[in-house]
């Protein structure tokens, strides 16, 4: 599992393992950490150029250390001062070992090959002052790596409230933070190096599944199951205009991971449903129900009658203007962040803008597990625990996609899962199967439910 700790949890990490360990300890582990991830970047150091930004605190610290590492390492270090104060040890070891103090951009002794982003850490609050904007402004061409989170994010949020760093890697140390996972600050992380300083963690505000957790999440028949126990997962989606959904939602609920799937809907979409997938029945008992993609003017009709089996369902895409809070079913509600505005009466740029914040807000309101659908998809629990998927490719973003996945979290539900762990594994599963049918270009949703076998196989 990755987990991710907020700005207190990790303060308190620290402070627990300083007392156990001589002066400057941690941070010292935290400089050589951050400066062997700069040389693996450079692929060296003789003859590379790197320029240090540093700002106050312990951040510009690790950044300084590293900066000594550096240089002794063969690398020409330029340090440029941003703060208003520094760490005069971390800059005293910098310039012994042959770091150079520049006094501005212009009076660097090269053009650089790499920066690191020693200006704000983990307690700085969100945005920049303008004298580091020009600064960034002027170096806006050289690949940067951040120390700890990119300066400038909210790190317990993932929010971002003015000008910031956008790098190409984030060193962060012990743990990831919210800010890593979470966009829209994640975008601007990068790629996430996590070195390990010893800290002992526990009680994370943020999740990510991993292929392990996946693994063991997963459901497997017994050898005396059959069918029925194995779970009945029904689907009622599809409409005349959009009969695609049906297809696509029925084929991720036909993924293998439940005994049986029934389709219920209009006889003309059932046909087609039924001639593409042999394997699936009509109407009858399921342990649960995946309702609303495509489904039109019937969606309201057909939530009120999954709601009325008081089983398990998963509500997405037309369902969703038909929900009223709180469901007294235990449910996954699947929005993107449009319709996610919509059920919350507020602006879509509000919820792209702090997504974590609404997710939460959603779960609680609806008192419902909520997916928040995205390029880092969010599942949030009523009482506030909050798990984030990191597979997929930006080429998921495609029309029906969205249905496959309401069928895999259904299947999975009927499965015997819990709403949070259904949508957790389905939004990883549905990621890494894009991820595998993609080979690295462009998809179609129909390209996501037949790789979704193979997943599934690698990780058992």
């Not at 497997?220 to 989606?237: F, L, N």
Request: proline share 5%.
């Amino acid at each position: 599992m990755r987990s991710a700790h907020t700005v207190a949890q990790v303060r308190a990490a620290e402070a627990d393992l300083m007392r156990s360990l001589p002066h400057g300890t941690l941070m010292q582990r935290a400089a050589t950490g951050l400066a062997h991830a700069v040389l693996d970047l450079l692929g060296g150091g003789y003859g590379r150029r790197v320029l240090v930004l540093v700002g106050s605190g312990d951040n510009g610290g690790d950044a300084l250390y590293a900066a000594a590492v550096l240089s002794r390492r063969g690398v020409a270090v330029d340090i440029l001062l941003v703060g208003s104060s520094h760490h005069e040890a971390g800059l005293a070891a910098a310039r012994a070992a042959g770091g150079r103090v520049a006094g501005s951009v212009n009076d660097l002794s090269g053009q650089p090959d790499l920066v690191v982003d020693g200006i704000v850490g983990i307690g700085g609050r969100p945005g920049l002052a303008p004298p580091v904007v020009e600064v960034l402004a002027a170096l806006e061409a050289i690949p940067v790596v951040a120390v700890d989170v990119p300066s400038g994010v909210d790190v317990d949020t993932g929010e971002l409230d003015g000008p910031y760093v956008v790098a190409d890697v984030t060193v962060t140390f012990g743990t990831h933070k919210v800010a890593h996972l979470v966009d829209p600050a994640a975008s601007a992380a990068g790629v996430i190096h996590l070195v390990d300083i010893g800290l002992d963690q526990s009680g994370p505000t943020l999740e990510a599944l991993q292929s392990a957790d996946v693994a063991a999440l997963i459901p497997r028949p017994a050898e005396q199951d059959h069918k029925y126990t194995r779970g009945v997962v029904g689907v009622r989606a599809g409409s005349a205009t959009y009969p695609g959904a049906a297809l696509l939602c029925v084929a991720g609920a036909s993924c293998g991971l439940v005994g049986m799937v029934r389709y219920v809907g209009a006889e003309h979409v059932a046909n087609v449903v039924r001639v593409t997938h042999p394997e699936v029945v009509g109407a009858g008992r399921v342990q649960a129900w995946v309702v609303g993609p495509g489904g039109g003017d019937t969606a309201g009709g057909e939530l009120a009658a999954a709601l009325a089996d008081h089983v398990p369902v998963v509500i997405d895409a037309d369902a969703l203007a038909h929900v009223v809070a709180p469901l007294d079913v235990p449910s996954v509600l699947t929005p993107h962040a449009g319709e996610l505005a919509v059920l919350l009466d507020v602006d879509r740029a509000d919820i792209e803008a702090s997504p974590l914040r609404y997710a939460r807000y959603a779960a609680d309101h609806f008192d419902s597990v909520v997916l928040l659908k995205g390029r880092r998809t969010l599942i949030a629990r009523p009482d506030g625990r909050v798990r984030v998927t990191t597979t997929g490719p930006s080429w998921l973003a495609t029309a029906g996609a969205g249905d496959v996945l309401s069928g895999v979290i259904g299947a999975l539900l009927a499965a015997g899962l819990s709403p949070w762990d259904a949508a957790s594994v389905g939004s990883w599963l549905h990621g890494c199967a894009a991820t595998l049918a993609s080979g690295g270009g462009p998809i179609v949703a129909g390209d996501v439910a037949p790789a979704l076998r193979g997943v599934v196989q690698s990780l058992l």
